[in-house]
């Protein structure tokens, strides 16, 4: 059995303790749901205020030029870039994540309708997130192309002739189940498909290599893993030896080879510059910068593979200490126990009262979400959660569950964000 003094040695002997003083943690909050939106670095509200009074106050409109505003998508997109395995000047932060999908995945279907006229089919997960599929059932009925759902195994056995696009999210949001991104890639090339991968819960999360992999195009979210803050802008990622065939539909004058020229015809940008639309997000990219700088800082200790291994390690004592010590309270492990399938969450289901469990759990200070019908998600930092607060995590879970109170009526009151 673990016990907490356990977990508190291993917190004394973590190389990675110390990246947590980057984040201002509010006293007494356990949080376990930066995989849905990250917590505030130190360096951001100075940052923000800074960009606020200097350069948009007293800068103004020469701040453009003067204070770099015009870069920031590529700067902070090469900074992403290291941490998914991307090249400098592959990757820009821009837009949301649904807008960047809309954007890759109608270039890959257009590169496919001049390659391969026939393939008509996008490949997807069932249990992928609503947004993607929702921006992939309304580009297939625009290209006369089908979207096909399937679960497991059975992606790769569809992979055949008919298919254009295998459309995936890397770590999967209500399972944590982490796909094998460089076998399905290769899967997918070797029946003449391109691969479109979302990294909304990868980037920051655990160690990517599109490049390595060589995947197509990717597109990945900056609030959550990245710790942007509310709506920071995502990122798009398409591998050099396609971004110059084709334009992206948003051919908004950003993306524009030369956007103040103010010409009438549209003429794009070479490279991932292409991929933008309109106005940078100025305050939201400075924001988003400094939350991309607190994974980088874990680079002289190893940067991602350092923070994977212990995140591996969060996750692993969670469903064991969940098990160990909240038996017998109808909880299911749902997460992959297998270390190289899982993400770095952990998802318990119960067949009744998971959500007001979560709300309870909240009451503690215990913040993880919900997930209909009857999922309960933990995300887990490596950069801020250590050994002993999940050990506390779940001691606050074993109370709510033998106390009961998540029966009470003020936790079983829905709200709209779950
Ligand atoms: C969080 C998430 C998104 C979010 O998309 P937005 O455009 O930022 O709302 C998209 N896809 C996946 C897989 C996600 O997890």
């Avoid at 960009?51 to 505003?69: F, K, T, Y």
């Avoid at 065939?245 to 510059?273: M, N, T, V």
């Avoid at 759990?361 to 913040?367: D, E, P, S």
Wanted: hydrophobic residues 45%.
């Amino acid at each position: 059995m673990t016990t907490r003094d356990d977990c508190v040695a291993l917190d004394g002997a973590d190389p990675l303790a110390a990246l947590r003083e980057q984040f201002d943690l509010p006293p007494g909050t356990l949080y376990l749901d930066g995989n849905s939106l990250g917590v505030l670095p130190r360096a951001t509200a100075p940052r923000v205020a800074q960009v606020v009074q200097q350069e948009w106050g007293a800068g103004l409109i020469g701040s453009w030029n003067h204070a770099g505003w015009m870069d920031l998508p590529q700067r902070v997109g090469d900074k992403i870039a290291r941490l998914v395995g991307a090249g400098a000047g592959e990757l820009v932060a821009a837009d949301s994540t649904s807008v960047n999908l809309f954007k890759v995945l109608s270039a890959s279907l257009a590169m496919q309708r001049t390659d391969a006229p026939r393939r008509k089919v996008i490949v997807s997960e069932r249990s992928n997130f609503p947004t993607d599929l929702y921006i992939a059932e309304s580009l297939a009925a625009e290209h006369g192309c089908e979207l096909v759902l399937l679960d497991g195994d059975a992606i790769t056995a569809r992979l055949g002739n008919d298919v254009a696009v295998l459309m995936l999210t890397h770590v999967n949001y209500r399972t944590g189940r982490l796909h094998d991104m460089a076998a399905l890639t290769r899967a997918a090339h070797d029946a003449g498909a391109l691969t479109v991968w979302d990294l909304a819960h990868s980037a920051g999360a655990v160690p990517v290599d599109l490049t390595g992999a060589q995947a197509d195009f990717a597109v990945g979210c900056g609030y959550k893993y990245l710790n942007g803050g509310p709506g920071a802008p995502a990122f798009v990622w398409v591998h050099p030896r396609h971004v110059d065939r084709f334009r992206q539909p948003l051919s908004g004058w950003i993306g524009h080879a030369a956007p103040f020229e103010f010409a009438p015809g549209y003429r794009p940008a070479a490279g991932i510059a292409r991929y933008q639309c309109g106005t940078p997000s100025v305050i939201q990219l400075a924001a988003l910068e400094c939350g991309v700088d607190t994974l980088l800082a874990a680079e002289p200790h190893g940067g991602m593979s350092a923070l994977r291994a212990k995140s591996l390690a969060l996750t692993r004592l969670f469903a064991q200490l969940v098990e160990e010590r909240c038996a017998g309270h109808g909880l299911t492990v749902t997460s992959p126990r297998e270390d190289a399938m899982r993400g770095s969450q952990v998802c318990l289901t119960r067949s009744e009262g998971a959500y007001a469990i979560v709300q309870a759990l909240i009451a503690h200070g215990v913040v993880g979400d919900f997930r209909a019908p009857d999922v309960l998600r933990f995300g887990f930092t490596p950069l801020y959660t250590g050994f002993a607060d999940v050990w506390d995590a779940v001691e606050h879970l074993r109370q709510v569950l033998t106390a009961g109170t998540w029966r009470e009526a003020r936790f079983n009151q829905r709200a709209a964000v779950t």
